[in-house]
Nanobody, 114 residues
């Protein structure tokens, strides 16, 4: 199982981005998929999850601005980020659990300028 995240970049405060995470290997249809982020000098934190049946859950800090979704034919998870704030600056990682082990993608960097 491998995860490949993309879509990060430099944006102004108030802007939007859509991050993508493509899953290779594994059974996409039964896997819960997660987004985490790690800001400079901080620990990695949970951002959002979309379960195999499409249920979603978000960290309180991103509710109302972030939307997580998944698309089966493309084996891809998305994170739509609206109204970006400087405190959203971080490396964003997609993740899943496969055979009891947490798998991480390589991360995509989001920088928000004020």
């Amino acid at each position: 199982v491998q995860l490949q995240a993309s879509g990060g970049g430099l944006v102004q405060s108030g802007g939007s981005l859509r991050l993508s995470c493509k899953l290779s290997g594994g059974n996409f249809k039964i896997m819960d998929l997660d987004w985490y982020r790690q800001a400079p000098g901080e620990e990695r934190e949970f951002v959002a999850t979309v379960s195999a049946n499409g249920a979603t859950n978000y960290a309180d800090s991103v509710k109302g601005r972030f939307t997580v979704s998944r698309e089966w034919p493309r084996r891809t998870m998305y994170l739509q980020i609206d109204n970006l704030k400087p405190e959203d600056t971080a490396v964003y990682y997609c993740s899943t659990v496969s055979r009891g082990a947490r798998i991480w993608g390589q991360g995509t960097e989001v920088t928000v300028s004020s």
